[in-house]
T-cell receptor
Framework: QKEVEQNSGPLSVPEGAIASLNCTYS??????FFWYRQYSGKSPELIMS????GDKEDGRFTAQLNKASQYVSLLIRDSQPSDSATYLC????????????FGTGTSLTVIP | ETGVTQSPTHLIKTRGQQVTLRCSSQ?????VSWYQQALGQGPQFIFQ???????GRGNFPPRFSGLQFPNYSSELNVNALELDDSALYLC?????????????????FGSGTRLTVV
């Protein structure tokens, strides 16, 4: 079982719609959760971090965490073509030798 | 505030050779981590350095080694290169070592070094 799992996609949404990206993790001891955006050929860029159950909003982005169900999601409202990228979910376990575990990413395409 | 810079951007090496990749951390960041990202995969943790010492290591063989310097810059060395070492190598810096505080701030990644082993 992988530490972090994401649907690879591709996920396509029309411009202006809500894009929903999901991630599940295997270790209940995980404490910190992150979403990164990676454009093709570029390095990952931190979008959101979330540590507590519930929702966290930042502009058009909302991260949701449910530790009981071991999933974290990212909602992108009013999707723009510039949001087209691969979105990586990253999880930090409480005792993990200081490493972050990344999923394989979900490819999102926003259609104009 | 300068970001994380890596050099070189691209590199082609022959199987069996050795390579050194370099990274300058973001201003104010004292911890550097290295990740390997194969095509279509998420980044895989290689190791982390804090105060010039290795502070965590992933599932990579000893031919992957590193250094951190007093100015927090870092090197990744890979000996006896194999074809499977072809990947994007990412350096990431952070303000505090993950695990040292109640929460983690997350990384700032450099632009990466694309290594091709032929």
């Amino acid at each position: 079982q992988k530490e972090v799992e994401q649907n690879s996609g591709p996920l396509s949404v029309p411009e202006g719609a809500i894009a929903s990206l999901n991630c599940t993790y295997s270790d209940r001891g995980s404490q910190s959760f992150f979403w990164y955006r990676q454009y093709s050929g570029k390095s990952p860029e931190l979008i959101m971090s979330i540590y507590s159950n519930g929702d966290k909003e930042d502009g058009r982005f909302t991260a949701q965490l449910n530790k009981a169900s071991q999933y974290v999601s990212l909602l992108i409202r009013d999707s723009q073509p510039s949001d087209s990228a691969t979105y990586l979910c990253a999880v930090k376990r409480f005792f993990s030798g200081n490493q972050f575990y990344f999923g394989t990413g979900t490819s999102l395409t926003v259609i104009p | 505030e300068t970001g994380v810079t890596q050099s070189p951007t691209h590199l082609i090496k022959t199987r069996g050779q050795q390579v050194t990749l370099r990274c300058s951390s973001q201003s104010g960041h004292n911890t550097v981590s290295w990740y390997q990202q194969a095509l279509g995969q998420g980044p895989q943790f290689i190791f982390q350095y804090y105060r010039e010492e290795e502070n965590g290591r992933g599932n990579f063989p000893p031919r992957f080694s590193g250094l951190q310097f007093p100015n927090y810059s870092s090197e990744l060395n890979v000996n006896a290169l194999e074809l499977d070492d072809s990947a994007l190598y990412l350096c990431a810096s952070s303000r505090t070592p993950p695990g040292q505080g109640a929460f983690d701030y997350g990384y700032t990644f450099g632009s990466g070094t694309r290594l091709t082993v032929v």
